[in-house]
């Protein structure tokens, strides 16, 4: 179905730290984005299935590019169109992977790189 595939739900996972938020952001793998940096980083997300609820979508997405059942309370965001035209529908919630302690999100298969950015609600 060509609606269906322009559009895509996913989750963004938040933390609260001393010095104020912090979001899990990933990257795309494979050759075509290797280098590639500006613009690539997002939400994990996907294109929600024939009758699937977007919600759902945004948790099997969140679940198979990350490994981990995303669990906690699921804050809706505003739907953003992107350029191209496709529409990604949101929700935020607060929690952090189930890996062994360290700093950063967690240690193992997931490395971090950490970025400020200017908060895009605040005026």
Known sequence: NPAMAQ???GLLLYRRRPHGL?????HPGGPYWRNKD??????????????????????????EELGFEPKGQFIPLPPVRQK?????HAW?????LPLPPGEGWGEGELRTTYLESQNPFSS
Not at 38 to 44: L, R
């Open 84 to 88: 191209a035209g496709k529409t990604i």
């Open 92 to 96: 935020a919630f607060e929690g952090v």
């Open 38 to 63: 500006e613009g690539a980083w997002s939400i994990p997300k996907g294109e929600i299935g024939a009758g699937e609820e977007p919600l759902a979508a945004a948790k099997r997405e969140f679940e």
């Open 7 to 9: 559009i895509s739900a």
């Open 22 to 26: 912090e979001v899990l952001l990933v």
